[in-house]
């Protein structure tokens, strides 16, 4: 029984690179949702969505950064041009219904040279 | 604009004893609260949750109270063992709609329990 998978675990990139973060649910959530954590702060909540929907992008800074769902396959955090201030834990989560707990991934490490 | 607070960066407890952590916030519509707990480089994993109806859940040595005037939730862990050490952090959800899906986090309280 697997739990949510994150892949990479580690992610180096240089500066104006790009980084692709995927993420596999837990089996049979259809409810994804990203989280970041820069150093020494709690996780801020980034992109919401369900398969093929991006239900709340709120947390989504508004350039370089997008998010999928496709109808198959894992969820993809893009982020286009990286920064130096991209570094960062970022934590992907699932959960069956929306209204119910959300388990999360171990997370990938951005590092950016 | 901190909705979400943990007051407290660190809490120390010897073994057998009851820790407990604390966590307020500031937005009324919050309906539902949970407590997450991490270990370093890993993912928080879900520990207890309670609705805005309620003022008390328990599962086994977690208890989590919520008062709803206060704006304040607290965890209570008895007794603590030394594998409870660890981050812990609380978060709340909205109420209907898009912001359903997001959870609002505190900071993250340090938990360690001495043998």
């Known amino acids: 029984n697997a739990g949510v998978m994150q892949n990479p675990r580690h992610l180096v990139r240089r500066r104006g690179q790009e980084a692709r973060l995927r993420c596999s649910p837990m089996k049979g959530h259809s409810h994804v949702y990203w989280y970041r954590q820069l150093p020494e702060e709690g996780l801020k909540f980034m992109v919401y969505l369900q398969k093929e929907n991006i239900i709340d992008e709120s947390g989504m800074p508004k350039e370089r950064f997008s998010a999928e769902f496709p109808k198959e396959g894992p969820s993809i955090l893009r982020i286009q041009q990286v920064v130096r201030g991209d570094s960062a834990a970022y934590f992907c989560?699932?959960?069956?219904?929306?209204?119910?707990?959300?388990?999360f991934g171990d997370g990938t490490r951005l590092s950016i040279l | 604009d901190q909705q979400v607070k943990q007051n407290s960066p660190s809490l120390s407890v010897q073994e057998g004893r009851i820790s407990i952590l604390n966590c307020d916030y500031t937005n009324s519509m919050f309906d539902y609260f949970l407590w997450y707990k991490k270990y370093p480089a890993e993912g928080p994993t879900f520990l207890i949750s309670?609705?805005?109806?309620?003022d008390k859940n328990e599962d086994g040595r977690f208890t989590v109270f919520l008062n709803k005037s206060a704006k304040h939730l607290s965890l209570h862990i008895v007794p603590s063992q030394p594998g409870d050490s660890a981050v812990y952090f609380c978060?709340?959800?909205?109420?209907?709609?898009?912001?359903?899906?997001?959870?609002?986090f505190g900071q993250g309280t340090i938990l360690t329990v001495h043998p």
């Open positions: 989560a699932s959960s069956p219904e929306s209204n119910q707990p959300q388990h």
């Open positions: 978060a709340t959800r909205g109420a209907g709609g898009t912001s359903y899906g997001k959870l609002t």
């Open positions: 309670i609705s805005s109806i309620k």
